[in-house]
């Protein structure tokens, strides 16, 4: 387990959320610790998470900057397996590819080594897809009130009703964590997110937590979407 960054990062998103208890149940310190560890195992979303905090002061102590610095290694890392990626399918383009590599290597030291990068291509979890397929599938029912994470790659289920945060814009997609709103608004969200006046006045200017703006307040139940993400 102590090894393992999938299940560390999984464990942190049940300690941010308070998955299978109440609100109250939310450990913040804990999220970020296993945010912290998987991070240095090489884990990208919780690399990304962990900057989310300390930018917001989320569970730790606000660093502005340093949160910025984690946020932009993390975007690093993700070109890096692009290219990477590039290189393994298409060994014709590896001279064009090494050029950009060599660049994105000086950015993103320490986090990436002489061997290019130090975590390989992500891959969908068999059991985030076996969650997604048996809950649309109808074999499995959630509970009224409850969502699924809207991530396509996820699976994940509330626990109780409005654990995940709303995209603050559109308010039609929830989300388990910063992760995974930032993958599904660069795969899709990115092209079907618009405002939805109707979604806010039907909830009273409440709801589980609908804010707006272009920052993200981790303390309520919404996602807002940032640029650098």
Known sequence: ??????????????????????KQDKDLRAGV??????????????????????QDGYGVKQNVTEGRRLLVQANVREILLVYRFLELASPSRAGSCEGILGRLRNIAVPLVNENRCTV????????????????????GILEDG????????????????????????CGKVNYCSRACQALDWKLRHKMECS???WWL?????????????????????????????
């Not at 090489?42 to 989310?52: F, K, Q, S």
């Not at 390989?120 to 074999?139: I, T």
């Open 1 to 22: 387990m102590k090894l393992h960054a999938p299940a560390l990062y999984s464990l942190a998103v049940i300690q941010f959320n308070g998955s299978g208890g109440t």
């Open 33 to 54: 610790a296993l945010s912290a560890r998987a991070s240095l195992l090489g884990h990208i979303d919780a690399l990304r998470e962990l900057g989310h905090c300390l």
């Open 120 to 139: 390989k291509v992500p891959e969908v979890h068999p059991v985030n897809w076996f969650l997604r397929e048996w809950f649309e599938s109808g074999l």
């Open 146 to 169: 409850l969502r699924l994470c809207a991530h396509i790659g996820c699976g994940r289920a509330e626990t109780r009703p409005h654990e995940f945060r709303r995209c603050s814009v």
């Open 195 to 197: 405002p939805m006046e």
């Open 201 to 229: 006045n039907e909830n009273g200017g409440g709801g589980d937590g609908f804010v707006g703006g272009g920052d993200v307040n981790m303390g309520d139940d919404a996602v807002v979407h940032n640029a650098a993400d």
